[in-house]
């Protein structure tokens, strides 16, 4: 590691405000008893230490929550929608009935991070995050709970995703649009949340799915090689390189190395993804104090290398999850984007 | 000590808010901080950073394996207990509590299965589903329309029960009994929609509402749900936890408990106390039952029972019953609690019984819980539903026991043993029918939710004691002995519950008496 961790430290607390310097501390605090050195991981711990949020029925700041039992992949995930009237009154969701006839609601896929091993759509910061973005972008956002590595290794979360997807499209409740009522769906994740919208929107433009945009938080990307970002940054802000490492070797299949086309996106083993002509605009915003920027950065030039459509947004003092509390600049210019992100198509 | 970037604060750390306050923006997070706690708990955990990076593979391994944890809302003392397994003094030189986690014999129960790996925490994959998943809003996965209208005609026909037209609420039952007729009623949605039509026709119809059930039946019924489902082999595991390591160093220890029925938790405990390192104490176990009608003593039976598998174990016991149809009749005096031992209180479902409609005179409740604390046990542990079945309105009520019993009952469709099953679910619709049918006195199943337990028993002069993360872990342990994955257990500030795709269904805490001179025990 880089430089003395006192010195790291300080660093971090320079550019960090107090609230996240805290949060983040914490989490990496406890992500380091979870992770054992043999590349298993302390579920039991893991599941007792993570603050988890309950659906909301009654309504916080006019957002309600519920979960939904997705037969497909077995799963809970989490909608969070607008309250409206009838819910209140009756309690009752009436399943048939579009989101509305006469404008367009956007539904949101979100992808929550963790590294593909932490957290849930329950979890705390990931509930209150959706919940900000259901007043937002006016929106729908239903938060999947895909299933984690090491216990379910790559390709279980795409599947997941790619099951979550389908299950959305399909529901007639989550329609809306005056003429051509149809479910409007945007794929937004932070971490490896990032990751999985980037593969699950790849998935759905080879097989005729429409995905109206890609909005990608730090997305979580990497190579075997070193770059000159992960060299300098390693353990300045939370984050080391070794890890990335054990996150990347608990979710790719034994044996693989970083170049595989999960994590390196448009490296050696990549992709052609340039004749997918489904594929949606991205909003790819990236954290200038994140060690794995370069590989973001690369996945961004890939992109347009590729002739789809992409907006850097790059906020260099920023921190990984600096986007969990509403306390600072960051964060503000993130929710000014997204918003126009996604309401500029409607 | 660096200074941290002014970038704009919460409006809770402004200098306007008492510093006592609980800051709102870690709150959202799930963490519970006083403002005033903030910049130490930053350099605590500036600290821990510190001694992990030096010594992370022994360090890791020791927080992981062998340390207990704590209710992690609570930042300040989690972080404060890990520094102090490191002998790292805090830094603020003001804040004095230091926490000491207590290490434990951890419970045994004989027919855990050596080879269960405990590590690894299955993922939830839950069987089909049908029922109502959560509070007042509805989607279910058959998406059937005689289903949801089923919900819609039960909540309007309990709003107008609530305001008296029973008229009109008669027809309502007439049209769902018709819509019942189009569902299958042998699971799911129609099943349980079909015991709530009934609940709600006896309510109206019926003049016998509370049938006397003889004391055999109840316990029949009771022994098959804990059969059929994990909800109470939790509450007896997770109890029995709490209480082994409550005695631990005590010789002299006495369990009361406040419903013995058949004694079920407790050759687990005592098989653990025999097995504890320095020996078994003296255990005395007192059950409270209530009185039989045939004149068949269970109390004594059982207690024999347990006194010939203490005498295996060389455990010296000795066993009391005591009879009592309601907490409230019992003399403190009765339960003959000597000065020297350590008494642990057992309540399993029991203290909502003595409460009443009336939340601001509530005698029974204040009468029993103040001669608990005047035994001043070491330990109170209570298990509670999870559930806000004594609203004042009915249609609350109503609206809330639906959910929570469709929950329960989907919950119960992942077990195959019958009759166990069946007998599992005529004691969840009997609890049911007294929630919805009965009033006054007769309706005993008045449960309240846990953070309203804290309240009263906070208010009462106890104060929580935690159920740390190895209790998490037994609890995690138990259930992957089942085959049917759904079920999740949550820590929730010091306490554990279990429930059913992520909704609480049952609520474990443990409980101490605050300190303070007391007049001496009348007898």
């Keep these: ?346 | 000590m660096g200074t941290y970037d002014k970038s704009i604060s919460s409006g809770s750390s402004s200098s306007s808010k008492p510093p006592d306050q609980i800051d709102s923006l870690l709150s959202g997070a799930g963490y519970k901080v006083r403002s005033s706690e903030l910049r130490t708990v930053a350099q605590s955990l500036e600290r821990l950073d510190n001694v992990l990076v030096n010594n992370y593979l022994e360090i890791s391994h020791h927080l992981s394996n062998d340390a207990i944890h704590y209710n992690p809302s609570d930042l300040f003392s989690w972080v404060d207990s890990l520094l102090s397994e490191f002998n790292q003094p805090v830094p603020m030189p003001d804040q004095s509590t230091l926490s000491d986690p207590a290490y434990v014999n951890t419970l045994v129960v004989p027919t855990l299965d050596p080879t269960v790996n405990a590590g690894v925490w299955t993922e939830h994959h839950a069987a089909p589903q049908h029922g109502i998943q959560q509070q007042l809003t509805v989607v279910t996965a058959m998406e059937e329309d005689p289903g949801i209208q089923l919900v819609h005609v039960l909540m309007t026909c309990a709003d107008t029960i609530q305001r008296g037209e029973l008229s009109l609420a008669g027809t309502l039952i007439e049209k769902l009994q018709d819509l019942l007729t189009r569902v299958n009623t042998g699971f799911g949605m129609g099943k349980v929609a079909g015991y709530f039509i009934e609940a709600l026709s006896r309510r109206l119809f019926s003049t016998l509402l509370y049938t006397n059930r003889s004391v055999y039946e109840s316990e029949f019924l009771y022994h098959n749900f804990y059969e059929a489902c994990p909800y109470l082999k939790f509450a007896h595991f997770t109890a029995n936890q709490a209480i082994l390591e409550a005695f631990d160093g005590h010789d002299c220890v006495h369990v009361i408990d406040f419903s013995f029925m058949q004694g079920l938790q407790w050759p687990a405990l005592i098989q653990a106390l025999a097995l504890r390192s320095g020996g078994p104490p003296f255990l005395r176990l007192t059950g409270i039952g209530p009185p039989s009608s045939d004149g068949h003593d269970s109390l004594s039976e059982v207690g024999l029972r347990l006194a010939e598998l203490a005498r295996f174990m060389n455990v010296r016991f000795v066993f009391r019953g005591v009879v009592a149809s309601r907490l409230d009749d019992i003399k403190p005096c009765e339960l003959q609690v000597n000065p020297n031992e350590a008494v642990a209180i057992n309540s399993i479902m029991q203290l909502h019984r003595l409460l009443n409609s009336n939340s601001t005179h509530n005698s029974s409740i204040d009468f029993v819980l103040a001669w608990i604390r005047n035994l001043n046990p070491i330990i109170m542990t209570v298990v509670e539903q999870e559930a806000n079945h004594n609203q004042p309105e009915f249609f609350d009520r109503f609206t809330a026991a639906l959910y929570y019993y469709s929950t329960l009952f989907d919950s119960l469709e992942a077990c195959s043993a019958q009759p166990e099953k069946a007998l599992a679910e005529m004691y969840i619709q009997r609890e049911l029918c007294n929630v919805v049918c009965c009033e006054g006195s007769a309706r005993v199943e008045r449960h309240e939710p846990l953070a309203t337990w804290r309240v009263r028993l906070s208010g009462a002069g106890f104060k929580p004691l935690q159920l740390g993360s190895n209790a998490f872990k037994q609890a995690s342990m138990l259930l992957t002995l089942f085959s049917a994955e759904g079920y999740c257990v949550e820590e929730n500030e010091g306490c554990l519950t279990l429930g059913w795709h992520n909704r609480p269904l049952i609520a474990a805490s443990a409980w101490q008496a605050v300190a303070e001179p007391r007049p001496p025990l009348e007898h």
Aim: charged letters at 25%; aromatic letters at 12%.
């Design chain 1, 1 to 346: 590691m880089a430089g003395s961790n006192e010195v790291n430290v300080n660093e971090s607390k320079r550019v960090v405000p107090l609230h996240t310097w805290i949060l983040i501390s914490n989490f990496k605090l406890s992500y380091n008893m979870l992770r054992r050195p043999d590349g298993t991981f302390d579920r039991d711990l893991a599941e007792f230490l993570e603050r988890k949020a309950p659906t909301t029925s009654i309504p916080v700041d006019g957002v309600c929550s519920f979960d939904v039992f997705d037969r497909a992949t077995g799963l809970l995930n989490r909608v969070y929608w607008a309250a409206t009237e009838n819910e209140v009154q009756w309690g009752i969701v009436e399943p048939e009935k579009p989101l509305s006839t006469t404008e367009i609601v956007p539904v949101i896929i979100f992808f929550h991070g963790g590294s593909f091993t932490h957290s849930s759509a329950d979890t705390a910061i990931y509930d209150t995050f959706c919940h900000r973005l259901v007043n937002l972008c006016k929106a729908v956002v239903v938060s999947v709970n895909y299933r984690r590595s090491p216990e379910h290794r790559y390709p279980c979360a795409y599947d997941d995703g790619w099951a979550a997807l389908k299950w959305v499209q399909s529901r007639p409740w989550l329609k809306s649009g005056r003429k051509d009522s149809k479910v409007h769906v945007y794929l937004c994740g932070d971490s490896s949340g990032g990751n999985i919208a980037h593969h699950v929107a790849v998935r759905a433009a080879e097989s005729g799915v429409e995905v109206l945009g890609n909005i990608l938080l730090h997305p979580m990307f990497g190579g075997q090689l070193r770059t000159e970002s992960e060299k300098r940054l390693d353990g300045k802000y939370f984050v080391t390189v070794q890890d990335r490492d054990w996150y990347w070797r608990a979710y790719l299949p034994e044996g693989e190395d970083r170049d595989h086309p999960a994590c390196n996106i448009f490296g050696p083993r990549g992709k052609c993804i340039e004749r997918l002509e489904l594929f949606p605009k991205s909003l790819v915003v990236v954290a200038g104090l994140d060690l794995s920027q370069d590989w973001q950065l690369a996945y961004v030039e890939g992109l347009r290398k590729s002739k789809q459509e992409v907006k850097l947004l790059y906020l260099e003092q920023a921190t990984i999850g600096f986007y969990f509390l509403p306390n600072n600049d960051h964060f503000y210019c993130l929710m000014e984007e997204i918003k126009n992100f996604v309401n500029s198509s409607c």
